[in-house]
């Protein structure tokens, strides 16, 4: 008794950050559990404002692989590879992020559809109570990061609506993901901070504060701005039947305009198995690559695709990572054609080996895909 009482004054005293992924409706949601379970998590008795003001931290995967995060002993890394050092907390749901050996007291990681949903079920074997807007939440942030839509989810969340007086749970997690997905980079991280160091609520479905902020208009000009984008890439998208592949290669736009709406290739291409975004980073002398396979066909997926971006991005100089049926990387801007055409012929010669077939059907159970 006396050893738990001296370790909960010591987590009390302990500084901690929540450091999850930046910009990701998933990041912010897995920030936001942390901190609205934040004493059954961890067995402590903050107050809620201590809680609050624990700062939050945006950043992206390959951040942490390129060593320029600096991490703490009290750090709660959520929805992100696991520091190289020691920190307080780890979660994440990564096929890419799978441990090697045992993982240490308080490090989680599983495949599950969406790092917010795998909390929660931490949280609820710890003996949180479970509510119907609770199970809303785990259900919408599963579908948005695991790419679950169905094609009236598509139309609700990516096109206008003549009203938003009523909204599905997946509609509302949209349009407070569309609030930090701005092309206004430091506006994003205020805004992804200011939500998660002000007034929580139950889950953001209810949160008063945070729908005060207006949402709603954040998404209508994102939906603006997708139309704008889709108008533009039309004129240099192509398919390239062989690798069964939506190639999207932005370094031949003629303007940049709008903001990508990632799932309109497996709407004007309904046959592709795959697609592949191609877009140079000026500044930082790097190409970023994003892959996917079709939200609406997975079972066509025969390529384990986080595992791919690793070994395309490492192969081409860079880092990258992600889920068996999408992922993401960076590779040296010289390289970026070598990069795309490594990836075209994996389509092309697709052949699942046994061992990334388990992984895959283990991944299929922990999605509800097929």
């Not at 009482?5 to 500084?15: A, F, S």
């Not at 990836?343 to 895909?369: C, M, Q």
Request: glycine share 6%; with cysteine.
């Amino acid at each position: 008794m006396c050893f738990k009482y001296n370790l909960i004054k010591y987590l009390n005293k302990m500084k901690h950050r929540i450091i999850t992924h930046g910009n990701c409706t998933d990041g912010y949601s897995s920030a936001f559990v942390v901190k609205r379970f934040f004493n059954i998590l961890f067995d402590t008795e903050l107050s809620e404002q201590e809680i609050l003001d624990i700062p939050v931290l945006g950043v992206q995967p390959q951040d942490i692989q390129a060593g320029k995060v600096q991490f703490s002993s009290g750090d709660i890394v959520v929805d992100l590879p696991r520091p190289p050092t020691k920190v307080f907390f780890w979660c994440d749901h990564h096929l890419t992020t799978k441990p090697s050996k045992e993982l240490p007291q308080n490090h989680h990681w599983k495949v599950t559809p969406s790092c917010a949903g795998f909390l929660i079920d931490i949280i609820l074997e710890k003996g949180v109570k479970s509510s119907k807007e609770l199970l809303d939440f785990k259900k919408a942030i599963d579908v948005i990061d695991n790419a679950e839509y169905t094609k009236k989810d598509m139309k609700e969340c990516f096109y206008k609506q003549k009203s938003y007086h009523t909204l599905t749970p997946v509609q509302k997690l949209t349009l407070i993901g569309s609030m930090f997905s701005t092309r206004d980079r430091i506006l994003n991280d205020e805004i992804f901070r200011t939500l998660l160091t002000s007034e929580l609520g139950e889950t953001p479905l209810s949160n008063q504060a945070l729908w005060q902020l207006n949402p709603a208009l954040f998404h209508r000009a994102q939906l603006e701005s997708f139309a704008q984008w889709r108008k533009n890439v039309d004129t240099y998208i192509a398919y390239d039947a062989e690798a069964k592949c939506v190639v999207q290669d932005d370094r031949l736009a003629k303007i940049n305009i709008g903001v990508p709406d990632r799932f309109y290739s497996y709407m004007k291409f309904p046959e592709a198995s795959y697609h592949v975004n191609l877009r140079i980073i000026e500044d930082e002398k790097k190409a970023r690559l994003g892959i996917g396979c079709n939200i609406f066909h997975k079972e066509r997926c025969k390529v384990n695709i986080g595992a791919l971006c690793k070994e395309v991005s490492e192969k081409f100089g860079g880092s990258g990572g992600g889920h068996f049926t999408v992922g993401g990387g960076f590779v040296k801007a010289e390289k970026a054609d070598e990069a795309l055409k490594f990836i075209l012929e994996k389509f092309k010669n697709e052949v699942l080996p046994n061992i990334e077939r388990g992984l895959h059907d283990a991944a299929k159970g922990e999605t509800r895909e097929g």
